[in-house]
């Protein structure tokens, strides 16, 4: 059953040079339960890619339909409940916030403080990605690969149908990157969705499919 959709997408930025095509008429369909991996040379809107299946970036022309919605019909709220409920993200940077502790940064999808519904299953997360014990630490007193395993639990924590990986092993040493690759190939066999962005081949094993996405086009 197809759960992402894009047909006919482009993404054209304007800059001092002239036009810009991140995306170029670009037409995917991607299957519940599917995990792909999208590769490409810098530039070929890879990043543009995922951030449109997400939500986070409207297409300039074409259709994206994600779990039966037609993403960007929604309004900018539906659109931000929509991809808090369905879409977990993970990204080469982390993104973490630095003066929260792991716990705090796990829990953000459900709001701040540690009080919240979602503790249990932020620990249960934890202590499954080897982070018990870490739960009180800042990022800044993390390893890389620590720092990227917070940055998954707080992806899973809502329990998304997808999730987006934006070069998520990019900082990473090989054992790290075998690592967060098996825990998104987790998600994956547990019935998830997975789009990963990676230039290495560690997550062939696991996909299903590879798109070559090249100055905007998929091959």
């Given at each position: 059953?197809?759960?992402?959709?894009?047909?006919?997408?482009?993404?054209?930025?304007?800059?001092?040079?002239?036009?810009?095509?991140?995306?170029?008429?670009?037409?995917?369909?991607?299957?519940?339960?599917?995990?792909?991996?999208?590769?490409?040379?810098?530039?070929?809107?890879?990043?543009?890619?995922?951030?449109?299946?997400?939500?986070?970036?409207?297409?300039?022309?074409?259709?994206?339909?994600?779990?039966?919605?037609?993403?960007?019909?929604?309004?900018?709220?539906?659109?931000?409940?929509?991809?808090?409920?369905?879409?977990?993200?993970?990204?080469?940077?982390?993104?973490?916030?630095?003066?929260?502790?792991?716990?705090?940064?796990?829990?953000?999808?459900?709001?701040?403080?540690?009080?919240?519904?979602?503790?249990?299953?932020?620990?249960?997360?934890?202590?499954?990605?080897?982070?018990?014990?870490?739960e009180t630490h800042k990022?800044?007193?993390?390893?890389?690969?620590?720092?990227?395993?917070?940055?998954?639990?707080r992806a899973l924590l809502?329990?998304?149908?997808?999730?987006?990986?934006?070069?998520?092993?990019?900082?990473?040493?090989?054992?790290?990157?075998?690592?967060?690759?098996?825990?998104?190939?987790?998600?994956?066999?547990?019935?998830?969705t997975l789009i990963v962005?990676?230039?290495?081949?560690?997550?062939?094993?696991?996909?299903?499919?590879?798109?070559?996405?090249?100055?905007?086009?998929?091959?």
């Amino acid at each position: 059953m197809e759960i992402i959709s894009l047909e006919n997408v482009s993404r054209i930025y304007q800059t001092k040079r002239g036009e810009v095509r991140a995306l170029d008429g670009i037409s995917i369909q991607v299957n519940e339960g599917e995990f792909v991996v999208v590769r490409g040379p810098s530039g070929s809107g890879k990043t543009t890619l995922l951030l449109t299946i997400g939500g986070m970036l409207r297409p300039t022309s074409g259709k994206v339909s994600v779990d039966g919605k037609d993403l960007y019909a929604l309004s900018v709220r539906d659109r931000a409940k929509f991809r808090a409920e369905k879409v977990g993200f993970v990204f080469q940077m982390f993104h973490l916030v630095p003066y929260l502790n792991v716990l705090e940064n796990v829990l953000l999808p459900s709001g701040v403080g540690a009080d919240r519904a979602g503790k249990p299953e932020a620990m249960k997360l934890l202590e499954r990605f080897g982070m018990s014990g870490r739960e009180t630490h800042k990022p800044a007193e993390l390893s890389a690969g620590e720092r990227q395993r917070t940055a998954i639990g707080r992806a899973l924590l809502n329990r998304p149908k997808i999730v987006l990986a934006d070069e998520p092993t990019g900082n990473l040493d090989p054992e790290n990157t075998n690592e967060v690759i098996s825990y998104l190939s987790e998600f994956h066999q547990s019935g998830g969705t997975l789009i990963v962005v990676t230039h290495g081949a560690i997550a062939d094993q696991y996909a299903d499919r590879i798109i070559h996405l090249k100055t905007g086009l998929a091959e």
